[in-house]
């Protein structure tokens, strides 16, 4: 027995879905099929789900007779010595200072003074305050396969572009698709690359407190979640925007909504694609140009 609930997602996942289960309450589909079905019909979900969330559950051997995944931002599927548990993701408020309205207005004010960013001072300076990320990973299973690159794209006051691409470490060769598509090996990777856990901790630091956006972004920040979570560490907490989703309910004529169709209908050049940091920057044009339509508001 197979069951998978979806939430916000687009109508033509909803639609793919039903070919292999029935849907016995709007959002829940059950169904009895094969693993490998099983995997081929979640990666089709994290591909398509745009902004929306899905968990699944299926049968296994295992203490409970069952496991479960989830794109939940506010859970977390954890292993506890081979028992799968979820796991409440508690966001701990940022500090508030007791100042008075008419003490903020002043400091404020102050502040603007000292610190007024003008064109007289800086000509031309526009500041986006969002960062585009981008992952190539060793397949599309978050529970089987690694992040192998990492990918971001920001810019500073001066509208100059800040980047960060690491490549990472693994213990394991890769497939050969993937070194098809991304020209990565394992050889290049031990060579050049850093830990995980030094890639994702100047991660953090690159992405700071800025908006993080992303085509197909759950698929990202899947493997972000569990690979923070791999080492010890809390998630981001990072407000996100996944541009797939926007691009879908604004562009509704498209033949479809892969990357590279979305990037030849905004006119946007990617020479290099499948590698993280491109693909970053292809993405963080995207984002421009929705933002300059009104379709992305930051």
């Known amino acids: 027995m197979i069951v998978i609930t979806l939430t916000k997602v687009p109508n033509s996942l909803r639609g793919d879905l039903t070919k292999w289960c029935q849907e016995i309450q709007t959002g829940v589909y059950v169904g009895s099929f ?5 995997e081929m019909l979640w990666s089709r979900i994290l591909k398509n789900i745009g902004t929306g969330e ?3 559950v299926y049968s296994t051997n295992n203490e409970l007779g069952y496991t479960f995944r989830t794109t939940r931002r506010d859970k977390r599927v954890v292993d506890f010595d081979g028992v799968p548990l979820m796991m409440q993701m508690i966001e701990t408020p940022p500090i508030r200072h007791g100042f008075s309205k008419a003490a903020k207005y002043h400091k404020s004010k102050k502040f603007s003074k000292k610190t007024n960013i003008s064109n007289n001072m800086i000509k031309g300076a526009i500041k986006n305050d969002f960062i585009a990320v981008d992952l190539e990973t060793t397949g599309l299973n978050t529970s089987r396969s690694k992040i192998i ?5 920001k810019e500073n006051l001066k509208g100059e572009e800040e980047q960060f691409y690491r ?6 060769a890769i497939p050969e698709k993937i070194t098809e598509l991304t020209g ?6 031990n060579e050049r690359g850093v830990t995980l856990e030094q890639a994702l901790n100047e991660f953090r630091k690159f992405v700071g407190s800025e908006m993080i956006v992303g085509y197909n972004l ?8 569990k690979a923070y979570l791999s080492i010890g560490q809390r998630a981001l907490v990072n407000s996100m925007k996944d541009l797939m989703g926007i691009v879908k309910e604004k562009d509704i004529f498209l033949d479809n909504y892969d990357l590279e169709t979305v990037l030849k209908e905004y006119g946007i050049k990617n020479d290099n694609r499948h590698n993280a940091l491109s693909d970053a920057r292809a993405t963080f044009k995207l984002a421009k140009e929705l933002n300059k339509k009104g379709y992305l508001q930051i």
Request: hydrophobic share 50%; net charge positive.
């Open 167 to 172: 490549l990472i470490k693994i213990n394991e």
């Open 218 to 225: 759950s698929f990202d920040n899947n493997f972000l979640l």
């Open 34 to 38: 094969s693993a490998r079905i099983r």
């Open 54 to 56: 899905a968990t699944l």
């Open 184 to 189: 990565l090996t394992s050889k290049v990777l």
């Open 149 to 153: 690159s990492i990918g971001a794209i």
